[in-house]
């Protein structure tokens, strides 16, 4: 049950992150579309008030109009301009020069019918008759904000609730997207960790059955036989005690840290692989200086563990591996092929081997790079072609 | 002491000062007078005013570049069919002759013309 939870909770990390994305994007575009919607509201709503505005207007014009062709017939008499309350107004001539003008907004925009302009709506007619040498009769009046301030309102009600909407549909929708992807990872998550689980009875039996052998009755060409089965079980084991770690531990949120005879924890270590690189005729040279740590053991051993066992797997044959231990500082050199030094970076990457061709180190280093840092370890890699790798952990 | 001649001088000088002054003034007073002079006079026989003619140019050609254009084009080559009296107008008074003033002075004439009757300067 346990488990299972755990399960599904590590695939909502890898889920959420292409959720957010999609959401993102989604939303972003949402957003775009609204925003463009809006715009078009806001013109249609603009031209609806400017055309009942025209109509009045065009009236005040036509007045205009008939008054202006008056004044023109009896100027001698009086040249007074006509004027209005409802509105201002201006005449100009056929070049644009001002004839006259009550405006209070002078700037005049000829080439449209109608238009805004700090805070005055203009209504610009063309005469037929040039009544007093005017050809265009500009009318002025105060524009309305009423409908701005409604039109607005109307757009952020209704843009935010479009996006809700927008934004629960999307969510939906990708969650219906993910689906067959998460039962995939699910099924796969739960096969691996089932097949290792079941890896662990027939695992454990070779290997304590290799222990009991009883070698002294034994042939020769058998014994080596034997070795070989060991060496081979043994790797296998080392495989699939990073599994479990990756599949089962890793996630136990507590670590049981104990005090830890470094210098113990690596002479049994080897003592485990000697066999190993027995197999490659690889000495061991150890300067332990008694140390002491407190972390969780299985992690300790995680780490030693896999710095041995890549430290034999890229020796070369007759090498040697150096293990120094200080107080605060473990070094292991091997005198293997080495790692290219622009490939040092990427080494703690997991699956590096799958990603590229040539092959790489799995996820051992990966696992090493995750516990380390969990305890503020400091991991240097130095490394040259054919001459071997030195790994210093400082603390 | 002064000579005979530096008075003279003196005098003359004066003198030509004078004269530049007297011409002047007779000049400007010649520009103000070319609408005056060739226009007023004739037209004062006629029931039509300048200024209502004036206005009706304005009525078509608006601005004062086109008006007084367009007036000078009348009064170089007069023609009834471009001409804005009425026809009954025509009729009795028939179309008038082509100017015989020149360029320069039909200028000042039609500007002093417009001068006096445009808008601009007298609406309120």
Redesign the interface.
């Known amino acids: 049950m346990i488990s299972k939870n755990r399960l599904t909770s590590s695939l909502l990390k890898s889920e959420t992150k292409s959720l957010v994305r999609f959401l993102t994007l989604y939303i972003l575009l949402s957003s775009v579309v609204i925003v463009l919607l809006s715009i078009f509201y806001y013109e249609s709503q603009n031209r609806l008030v400017l055309a009942q505005q025209r109509t009045l207007l065009s009236t005040y014009a036509h007045e205009m109009i008939r008054k202006l062709k008056r ?3 009896f ?2 008499e009086s ?3 006509p004027r209005d309350s409802r509105f201002q107004s201006a005449i100009y ?3 644009y ?4 003008s009550l405006l209070e907004v002078t700037k005049v925009s000829f080439n449209e019918e109608i238009y805004r302009t700090q805070g005055k709506l203009h209504y610009v007619t063309v005469l037929d ?7 265009y009769l500009v009318i002025e009046i105060e524009d309305d904000h009423q409908w701005i301030k409604a039109t607005l309102q109307d757009i952020v009600v209704f843009g935010l609730v479009a996006l809700i909407v927008l934004a629960l549909f999307g969510l939906y929708l990708s969650r219906l997207f993910l689906t067959p992807m998460r039962n995939s990872i699910l099924l796969l998550d739960r096969f691996i960790k089932d097949t290792t689980h079941e890896l662990n009875t027939p695992l454990s039996a070779i290997l304590a059955n290799i222990e009991l052998m009883d070698t002294s009755v034994m042939v020769e060409k058998n014994k080596k036989k034997l070795h070989r089965i060991n060496i081979a079980a043994k790797t296998v084991s080392a495989i699939y005690k990073d599994l479990t770690y990756l599949t089962l531990e890793k996630d136990r949120m507590t670590n049981e840290d104990i005090d830890i005879d470094v210098g113990r924890l690596i002479n049994d270590r080897v003592e485990y692989f000697d066999i190993l690189a027995q197999s490659k005729n690889i000495t061991f040279e150890l300067q332990l200086t008694p140390t002491h740590f407190r972390m969780d053991k299985k992690k300790a051993t995680r780490v030693v563990d896999n710095l041995l066992s890549n430290a034999i797997k890229y020796n070369r044959r007759n090498g040697t591996i150096t293990i120094m231990l200080q107080p605060n500082r473990l070094e292991i050199i091997d005198s293997g092929i080495g790692i290219e030094e622009s490939k040092i970076p990427y080494i703690f990457d997991r699956y590096l081997r799958f990603n590229q061709s040539e092959g790489g180190f799995g996820i051992g280093l990966s696992i090493v790079k995750t516990i380390l840092d969990e305890y503020r370890i400091a991991i240097e890699v130095h490394s040259k072609l054919d001459w071997g790798t030195q790994v210093i952990l400082t603390w | 002491m002064k000579s005979l001649y530096q008075r003279h001088y003196c005098s003359i000088k004066v003198w030509i000062k004078i004269l530049f002054v007297v011409m002047l003034w007779l000049s400007s007073a010649k520009a103000h007078d070319a609408f005056e002079k060739h226009c007023v006079a004739c037209h004062a026989k006629l029931p039509a005013s300048l200024e209502r003619i004036f206005f009706n140019y304005l009525l078509v050609y608006s601005s004062q570049k086109d008006t007084k254009e367009a007036i000078i084009y009348y009064l170089k080559s007069p023609d009834k069919d471009i001409s804005l009296m009425s026809d009954l107008f025509l009729d009795t008074f028939g179309v008038k002759k082509a100017t015989k003033l020149d360029d320069k002075t039909l200028k000042k004439a039609i500007d002093i013309y417009w001068e006096k009757y445009n808008v601009m300067d007298k609406i309120r």
């Not at chain 1, 020069?97 to 006259?100: A, S, T």
């Not at chain 1, 008759?129 to 050809?135: D, F, P, R, T, V």
């Open positions: 004044t023109h017939h100027f001698e040249p007074l301009y001539d056929r070049e020069h001002k004839i006259f008759s040039y009544y007093l040498g005017a050809k």
